[in-house]
């Protein structure tokens, strides 16, 4: 059973930065599509960045393009996402996702291609 647990949100001011962990156990990361996805109070969940098994190809959502980035460690089977340049429309709940199936997704943007989440570590972003 694969099983996703993120880490490292909290309380931020603008433009710091913060870096999120996911530690992947129950397969080998490798095998795995990963991404983070997102949902502030009262929207829907939007995708943030996602990377394939190999690490060399990574998409990013347009909001967070150019600040945040997204990284894997497969010998410690964890993803990271490292926010740079915060900013208050950044908080939000984030969520670690993996396709346990494949390590490279059709469509890495879209939730469907996900079958396992985290339960998801709060980043709150204010002076």
């Known amino acids: 059973q694969v099983q996703l647990e993120e880490s490292g949100g909290g309380l931020v001011q603008p433009g710091d930065s913060l870096q999120l962990s996911c530690r992947i156990s129950g397969n080998t990361l490798a095998r795995c599509a990963m991404a983070w996805f997102r949902q502030a109070p009262g929207k829907e969940r939007e995708f943030v960045a996602g990377?394939?098994?190999?690490?060399?190809?990574?998409y990013y959502g347009d909001s967070v393009k150019g600040r945040f980035i997204i990284g894997r460690d497969n010998n410690k089977n964890m993803v990271f996402l490292q926010m740079n340049s915060v900013k208050p429309e950044d908080t939000a709940v984030y969520y670690c996702a993996a396709n346990s199936w494949t390590s490279m997704t059709t469509n890495p943007t879209r939730q469907y291609e996900y079958d396992r989440w985290g339960q998801g570590t709060q980043v709150t972003v204010s002076s």
């Open positions: 990377i394939a098994g190999s690490g060399g190809s990574q």
